[in-house]
């Protein structure tokens, strides 16, 4: 797996890089066919504080692409959300290739 985490407006620190790194695994024990993430933690100069902190993740896995994105105040708290979001979206991309998978396995049987 690929691992690209990027800073916009923000150095990534080695302790914010750990951090990210270390939620992202939740995504890859739960799906293995991961094959390219890209994260992008990006500070707004929004005049609201609240949601200035910016978390991206692209994730491309075998046969589609996810993506999401989060904001909020405190940049750990976007990383937990964001990492909440992609994991949503990689689970249920892993129950439709099962359930496609199951779809045929039922047709071969009937015909």
Request: with cysteine; proline share 1%.
């Amino acid at each position: 797996m690929n691992l690209t985490i990027s800073g916009h407006h923000l150095e990534v620190t080695p302790a914010l890089r750990s951090y990210v790194t270390t939620k992202l695994d939740r995504i890859t024990r739960h799906f293995d066919q991961v094959v390219d993430v890209k994260v992008l933690l990006t500070v707004e100069k929004q005049k609201e504080k609240e949601k200035r902190q910016r978390a991206e993740c692209n994730i491309h896995v075998k046969g589609n692409d996810l993506f999401a994105e989060s904001s909020h105040a405190d940049l750990y708290a976007a990383v937990d959300d964001l990492v909440d979001k992609m994991d949503r979206q990689v689970v249920r991309h892993k129950d439709r290739l099962q359930d496609h998978h199951h779809e045929a396995a039922k047709r071969e049987m009937h015909a």
